[in-house]
């Protein structure tokens, strides 16, 4: 089993609507979780990060945390074609460089 | 302001050869990383360093080799390629290590080197 789970989509969705994008994980010392945004045949660049449980909000984008659940969330309100990418999900543990990455999901925004 | 860049973008090449894919960070960040990316498997740290002269495994160093001999350059060598490692690397810095918050500890990710082992 992987410690991180991510639905590899593709997710489809008409302009407008709001996106869920979800990850699971084995592993319980993981306290900081990040998003990052691929387009296609780019690098990765980090949409959010969060420490431990709760919600962070930062324009469209919303990050969710459930460290009981061991399940973390991005919502993305109002989605717009140019949203349309790869979103991978990584979490890391306190004292550790490690970074463990989703497989990404694929969403297409439909204009 | 570049960033991070990696080079070549694009390198295809035979079994056995070596090659070596640069990375270079104009931010003067601590820790740099070498991911590679393959479809189902996501990202996979090969190697990182968290200083000039230290560099440590991840979790699929096999095949490869790092030195870190200036902070700003990270290079990556595969010293006898093989079909298995035909993939799309990318390098990343972040600032400091784990744990110090978003701004410190967030990777960085350069554009990644498309490679392509026949």
């Known amino acids: 089993q992987k410690e991180v789970e991510q639905d590899p989509g593709p997710l489809s969705v008409p302009e407008g609507a709001i996106v869920s994008l979800n990850c699971t994980y084995s592993?319980?010392?993981?306290?900081?979780f990040m998003w990052y945004r691929q387009y296609s045949r780019k690098g990765p660049e980090l949409l959010m990060y969060?420490?431990?449980?709760g919600n962070k909000e930062d324009g469209r984008f919303t990050a969710q945390v459930d460290k009981s659940s061991k399940y973390i969330s991005l919502f993305i309100r109002d989605s717009q074609p140019s949203d349309s990418a790869t979103y991978l999900c990584?979490?890391?543990?306190?004292?550790?460089?490690?970074?463990?990455f989703g497989t990404g999901t694929r969403l297409k925004v439909l204009a | 302001d570049a960033g991070i860049t990696q080079s070549p973008r694009y390198k295809i090449t035979e079994t056995g050869r070596q090659v070596t894919l640069m990375c270079h960070q104009t931010?003067?960040?601590?820790?740099m990383f070498w991911y590679r990316q393959d479809l189902g498997h996501g990202l996979r740290l090969i190697y990182y360093?968290?200083?000039?002269?230290?560099?440590d495994k991840g979790e699929v160093p096999d095949g490869y080799v790092v030195s870190r001999s200036k902070t700003e350059n990270f290079p990556l060598t595969l010293e006898s390629a093989t079909r298995s490692q035909t993939s799309v690397y990318f390098c990343?810095?972040?600032?400091?290590?784990?744990?110090?918050?978003?701004?410190?500890?967030?990777?960085?990710f350069g554009p990644g080197t498309r490679l392509t082992v026949l």
């Open positions: 990343a810095s972040s600032e400091s290590g784990p744990g110090l918050g978003a701004s410190a500890d967030t990777q960085y």
């Open positions: 592993n319980s010392a993981f306290q900081y």
């Open positions: 969060t420490y431990s449980s």
């Open positions: 990584a979490m890391s543990a306190y004292g550790t460089y490690k970074y463990i």
């Open positions: 931010w003067s960040h601590s820790y």
């Open positions: 360093s968290a200083a000039a002269d230290i560099t």
